[in-house]
Nanobody, 122 residues
Framework: QVQLVESGGRLVQAGGSLRLSCAAS??????MGWFRQAPGKEREFVAAISWTGGSTYYADSVKGRFTISRDNAKNTVYLQMNSLKPEDTAVYHCAARLGAGVPTEVGKYNYWGQGTQVTVSS
């Protein structure tokens, strides 16, 4: 079992930046992902990173603006978000996958955090 706690979400103006953090309760040398869920919408993939950090994947909507990274010594995964847009407004969740690969599907991740709210004003 692993607990994931996200932090760093807040209200920011369009064009601004935020860095989200996801702290794990223990060492998690597994694939980690960030997902988001806007009101009335399904949870969607944002970014994922392999356990070594050597492979990263992004949704087309955030490619070139967001960067996922990890510090395994601190059991923490980050999401640097630049050039934020109002459509990035959502609750952002981090997730851990216990299997191989770096999938983008919600159902392939085993542990989830409670989320942190990001609101981007226009």
């Amino acid at each position: 079992q692993v607990q994931l706690v996200e932090s760093g979400g807040r209200l920011v103006q369009a064009g601004g930046s935020l860095r989200l953090s996801c702290a794990a309760s223990r060492r998690t040398l597994v694939t980690m992902g960030w997902f988001r869920q806007a009101p009335g919408k399904e949870r969607e993939f944002v970014a994922a990173i392999s356990w070594t950090g050597g492979s990263t994947y992004y949704a087309d909507s955030v490619k070139g603006r967001f960067t996922i990274s990890r510090d395994n010594a601190k059991n923490t995964v980050y999401l640097q978000m630049n050039s934020l847009k109002p459509e990035d407004t959502a609750v952002y969740h981090c997730a851990a996958r216990l299997g191989a690969g770096v999938p983008t599907e919600v159902g392939k991740y085993n542990y989830w955090g409670q989320g942190t709210q990001v609101t981007v004003s226009s």
